[in-house]
Nanobody
Framework: QVQLVESGGGSVQAGGSLRLSCAAS????????MGWFRQVPGKEREGVAI???????YYADSVKGRFTISKDNAKNTLYLQMNNLKPEDTAMYYC??????????????????WGQGTQVTVSS
């Protein structure tokens, strides 16, 4: 059974940093995509950062230069380093995984596995 467990969310002031972690269990795929999405009430879930198994990455324009996605394969853990946080980054952040990823995907519908989410709140 695949489980994705996020951690690292919290409340910070604008300009601060947080690092989100997503520990995957029951999930071992060498040709996968994993990523981070975020959602605020009343809006669609949006892709923030996606990482393909070959190291290819995608970032939403709103986070380029501030967020970095990485993965520790030995720990089967995905990370999202978030720097220079802004109030508009406030959202529930979700980890997502797609076992077989022939090409980069960005839509939430392309990911079958999801974590429970971790809240990030940035105050001005």
């Amino acid at each position: 059974q695949v489980q994705l467990v996020e951690s690292g969310g919290g409340s910070v002031q604008a300009g601060g940093s947080l690092r989100l972690s997503c520990a995957a269990s029951g999930y071992t795929y060498s040709t996968d995509c994993m990523g981070w999405f975020r959602q605020v009430p009343g809006k669609e879930r949006e892709g923030v950062a996606i990482r393909r198994y070959d190291g290819t990455t995608y970032y939403a324009d709103s986070v380029k230069g501030r967020f970095t996605i990485s993965k520790d394969n030995a720990k089967n853990t995905l990370y999202l380093q978030m720097n220079n946080l802004k109030p508009e980054d406030t959202a529930m952040y979700y980890c997502a995984a797609r076992p077989f990823c022939r090409w980069m995907v960005r839509a939430s519908a392309d990911f079958p596995y999801w974590g429970q989410g971790t809240q990030v709140t940035v105050s001005s």
